[in-house]
């Protein structure tokens, strides 16, 4: 069975602050996935990374940065300087390759960034 | 590349009608996923295709829900007789199948579609 645990229900910080999303998984594959999607107010899933279980390097994209570490099974989502337009719903995904490809979705985190 | 397009984006119907979600895949994708969106159950997945044949629909709610795939460029999702309880956005998602990269519509990816928002009162 598959399961991704994101503990955080909602975070609010004020405007340049940095911000760590966390998501811990589970799964009995030995190739898995990982992914994180962005859902704006406007409700639209926007995704953001792909990782391969076998590829645990971090990964930074301008403002963004993905930790990812097998060892604890968590998959780590921090924003720098955070921003108003970051204000979105989160969403930590899975996927494995006996599993089928479909996504498994954490439930979100709520990231209000406030002026 | 229109991506992922739905319809309708929003239909609000009466207890007991029939609603039908249609949704039409990025071209050469060849997985097609419908996802239904709650505040309490947060992402589910219904059921997902592969070349056009159900894979895995142990997610579909009860015999009122039913998808097809009549062909690789157009899905549906039937609800009949509807209920209160299926209120919910409904996403469709479509991709490829694991052997090519990362990126954004590199395999394994999923592209959503805008959404379609259901009420039923």
């Known amino acids: 069975a598959q399961k991704v645990t994101q503990a955080q229900t909602e975070i609010s910080v004020v405007e340049k602050e940095d911000v760590t999303l966390d998501c811990v998984y589970e799964?009995?594959?030995?190739?898995?996935?990982l992914f994180w999607y962005k859902q704006p107010p406007s409700g639209e899933l926007v995704f953001l990374i792909r990782r391969n279980s076998f590829d645990e390097q971090n990964e930074i994209s301008g403002r963004y940065s993905w930790n990812f570490q097998k060892s604890t099974s968590s998959f780590n989502f921090t924003i720098t300087a955070s921003q108003v337009v970051d204000s979105a719903v989160y969403f930590c995904a899975l996927s494995g390759a006996n599993s089928g490809y479909a996504l498994n979705f954490g439930k979100g985190t709520s990231l209000l960034v406030t002026p | 590349d229109a991506g992922v397009i739905q319809s309708p984006r929003h239909e609000v119907t009466e207890m007991g009608q029939e609603v039908t979600l249609r949704c039409k895949p990025i071209?050469?994708?060849?997985?097609l996923f419908w996802y239904r969106q709650t505040m309490m159950r947060g992402l589910e997945l219904l059921i997902y295709?592969?070349?056009?044949?159900?894979?895995?629909d142990s997610g579909m709610p009860e015999d009122r829900f039913s998808a097809k795939m009549p062909n690789a460029s157009f899905s549906t999702l039937k609800i009949q007789p509807s209920e209160p309880r299926d209120s919910a956005v409904y996403f469709c998602?479509?991709?490829?199948?694991?052997?090519?990269?990362?990126?954004?519509?590199?395999?394994?990816?999923?592209?959503f579609g805008a959404g379609s928002r259901l009420t039923v009162l």
């Open positions: 799964t009995r594959d030995t190739t898995y996935y």
């Open positions: 998602a479509s991709s490829l199948g694991l052997g090519g990269t990362g990126g954004p519509r590199g395999a394994n990816v999923l592209t």
């Open positions: 295709f592969n070349n056009n044949v159900p894979i895995d």
């Open positions: 071209s050469g994708h060849d997985y």
